[in-house]
């Protein structure tokens, strides 16, 4: 069996070689949903990345005592607590953001990026590597949601952080915040990611041979 | 010659401690730790942060009130004024099937003290979580001005469609006295929206909770109207 990556082999993959979005396509869901403006995706990238380093924490420090075949429900218990924290700090302390993200916070429950870093890290790994696990993975998705809504918010509505960047004159590309800007801008930022990935591997296979 | 039926293996009969081991109860003790533990903290949450969420709403409600009543366009206007409605809260307490349902009123008023109209906070099932609304009402109670909606969870992309202004303006200026239909496909009649393609479900919760709280208030705030007129 291969030896587990340490702490900060799990925190570097997370970011670029193993990004949750782009390198593993998971947790698409707000990936399109919620990337329409730079704000909306920030605070569910900083959502996410509380439930994820607590989920990992946890599930870590509890990992002797899992039974296999009660793992998942365990893991559904843990996550589900900690987004509704989340779900009722936000609807108290940011309540204008808490409506705008509207049911998208108790959907973190169903984000498959961290039921997966619960199974895949979490689960068999000691808390120090799971923590640095969390922190990468959040970092890697808050890379890919802050990179894909700063594409439609500038496009879409000549704005980042709805402060106006683009001249007046800028016709706002409607499509952009539109739900078929998302497919669009995730498609090609997907694209863009492999086509360097590939040139990168290829290059590195060259320097080899 | 006949087959000799199969005898099946007598099971061996499990010890004490291993039936114990094999219960399903005694294999979820940790879930089932986690669970009431869980629950203990997410109590302490709400006991801690509930108030501030409630007055988040009164405030977004106090906001939302000039907007329901005399529309955007109004509201602004009177804004621009320099004025506002003077906005009262009120309790309203309606029997109902040996029930007690209690109902929050606004009264809203021009600074001159004229009636503005009057708006009843409600809420009710949705498909996916409750509902909560605000329903305005003219100040002789016939017509509804608007509604607008305080907390859902309804489906993103379908149900959550009942938060646009497109889909709530079909209730403005509906009469009270016969209740909202909901249609698929084109409303024709005076009393009928038409139904979010896709969420029916939704868009008839919001109508019910409207149809419910016209009925239980349409008397109570007439009343009130009239003891006001005098």
């Known amino acids: 069996m291969a030896v587990a990556p340490t702490p900060a082999e799990r925190f570097i993959q997370g970011i670029l070689p193993e990004n949750p979005v782009y390198r593993q396509l998971l947790g698409l ?12 995706a920030l ?17 870590s420090t509890i990992r002797h005592l899992l039974k296999p075949h009660l793992r998942i429900v365990i893991f559904t218990l843990i996550i589900a607590t900690f987004v509704t924290i989340t779900d009722r700090f936000l609807a108290a302390y940011m309540y204008g953001m808490s409506k705008l993200l509207g ?14 870093r619960c199974e895949v890290c979490a689960s068999r790994q000691s808390v120090f590597a799971a923590g640095a696990d969390a922190l990468g993975q ?37 499509i952009m915040i539109l739900p078929p800007g998302a497919f669009m801008t995730l498609g090609l930022l997907v694209g863009a990611v492999n086509w360097f990935e590939q040139r990168r591997s290829e290059q590195a296979e060259s320097e080899r041979g | 010659m006949s087959m000799k039926p199969l005898h099946p293996m007598e099971p061996i009969e499990p010890g004490k401690l291993e039936r114990l081991k094999r219960n399903y109860l005694v294999q979820a003790w940790l879930v089932l730790m986690l669970a009431l533990f869980f629950g203990a903290a997410l109590a302490g949450v709400h006991l801690e942060l509930a108030p501030k969420i409630a007055a988040n709403k009164t405030n977004e409600t106090y906001v939302k009130i000039p907007e329901i009543i005399l529309g955007s366009e109004l509201a602004e206007e009177l804004a621009q004024q320099g004025e506002a409605l003077i906005v009262e809260p009120h309790t ?5 099937e040996q029930r007690r349902i209690v109902y929050t009123i606004y009264e809203a008023s021009y600074p001159d003290g004229k ?20 329903i305005g009402f003219t100040p002789s109670v016939d ?42 496909g084109g409303a024709s009649d005076p009393n009928q929206v038409d139904a979010i393609t896709g969420a029916t479900i939704s868009s ?24 006001r007129g005098k």
Do not use: H
């Open chain 1, 43 to 59: 605070t569910m990238a900083g959502a996410v990345a509380f439930v994820l380093f607590c989920a990992n924490i946890v599930t």
């Open chain 1, 138 to 174: 959040a970092t890697g998705f808050a890379l890919a949601l802050v990179s894909i809504a700063a594409v439609r918010e500038l496009l879409g509505s000549g704005m980042l952080f709805s402060v106006q960047v683009l001249p007046e004159s800028w016709p706002n590309w409607v």
């Open chain 1, 29 to 40: 869901c707000p990936t399109l949903a919620v990337t329409n403006g730079l704000q909306a």
């Open chain 2, 92 to 96: 309203v307490a309606v029997e109902k």
């Open chain 2, 143 to 184: 017509t509804l001005t608007g509604i607008f909606v305080l907390d859902q969870k309804e489906t993103p992309g379908l149900g959550n469609k009942i938060i646009t202004l497109d889909w709530r303006q079909q209730f403005s200026n509906l009469k009270t006295l016969q209740p909202i239909e909901v249609t698929k």
């Open chain 2, 115 to 134: 009636l503005a109209g009057w708006v009843a906070k409600s809420s009710g099932q949705g498909y996916a979580d409750k509902i909560e609304l605000l």
């Open chain 1, 103 to 116: 049911p998208y916070i108790p959907l973190i429950i169903v984000n498959c990026i961290i039921i997966c």
């Open chain 2, 204 to 227: 008839r919760s919001v109508t019910g909770i409207v149809n419910n709280a016209v009925a239980d208030l349409r008397g109570p705030l007439t009343a009130m109207a009239n003891a």
